[in-house]
Antibody, heavy 127, light 114 residues
């Protein structure tokens, strides 16, 4: 079945970077955009950006521009999200989520609806 | 960015009764060219990732029970659970996907059993 398996929890010091992985299985990794969404403790959902796993193109929320980098390794069907210059308010659960729309020769942009989610990765920023 | 405002923040409903959650966007998410509302609903149970329930404001995702329905257009939307079941206890979020790439979610509505 379609699954997204994320890497384990991380504890980082302020100013460090965190890199979360998201391994896809059960579908063609390059056929769907991948989004990243975070959720601070007891808070709502915040969209961070997406990556096109086929071409590698990215689109980041303005809030994270300059601090976030989304990459992928198609050989192992894995997407990555790296957040740098971590602050205490970056403490959150980070989710990868597949875009609902399958890409083909006509469809090259995401629908921006997320139909499959990873289990989440907790990143704690603390001195 | 488009602000999505949900109400109420929480509600308690008896089993078998109707639950209604509202979502209001600060700008219209209706695209006139295709007459579609770019609005989705998600359910998040404690300790779990969100689950897609509805997109295009009223289209149920495959496998979602038909007691969940979405309605509304433009700036005002509603998620209705027609007969609340115990497994529906969760936080529900709306999300607009009209104004890209700045996708935004509502603050969430917590549904509990009365």
């Amino acid at each position: 079945q379609v699954q997204l398996a994320q890497s384990g929890a991380e504890v980082k010091k302020p100013g460090a970077s965190a890199k979360v992985s998201c391994k896809a299985s059960g579908y063609t990794f390059t056929g769907y955009y991948m989004h990243w969404v975070r959720q601070a403790p007891g808070q709502g959902l915040e969209w961070m950006g997406w990556i096109n796993p086929h071409r590698g193109g990215t689109n980041y929320a303005q809030k994270f521009q300059g601090r976030v980098t989304m990459t992928r390794d198609t050989s192992i069907s894995t997407a990555y999200m790296e957040l740098s210059s971590l602050r205490s308010d970056d403490t959150a659960v980070y989710f990868c989520a597949r875009d609902r729309l399958q890409l083909d020769w006509r469809i090259t942009t995401p629908q921006n609806v997320m139909d499959v989610w990873g289990q989440g990765t907790t990143v704690t920023v603390s001195s | 960015d488009i602000v999505m405002t949900q109400s109420p923040d929480s509600l308690a409903v008896s089993l078998g009764e109707r639950a209604t959650i509202n979502c209001k966007s600060s700008q219209s998410v209706l695209y006139s060219s295709n007459n579609r509302n770019y609005l989705a609903w998600y359910q998040q149970k404690p300790g779990q990732p969100p689950k897609l329930l509805i997109y295009w404001a009223s289209t149920r995702e495959s496998g979602v029970p038909d007691r969940f329905s979405g309605s509304g257009s433009g700036t005002d939307f509603t998620l209705t659970i027609s007969s609340l079941q115990a497994e529906d206890v969760a936080v529900y979020y709306c999300q607009q996907y009209y104004y890209t790439p700045a996708l935004t979610f509502g603050g969430g509505t917590k549904v509990e059993i009365k």
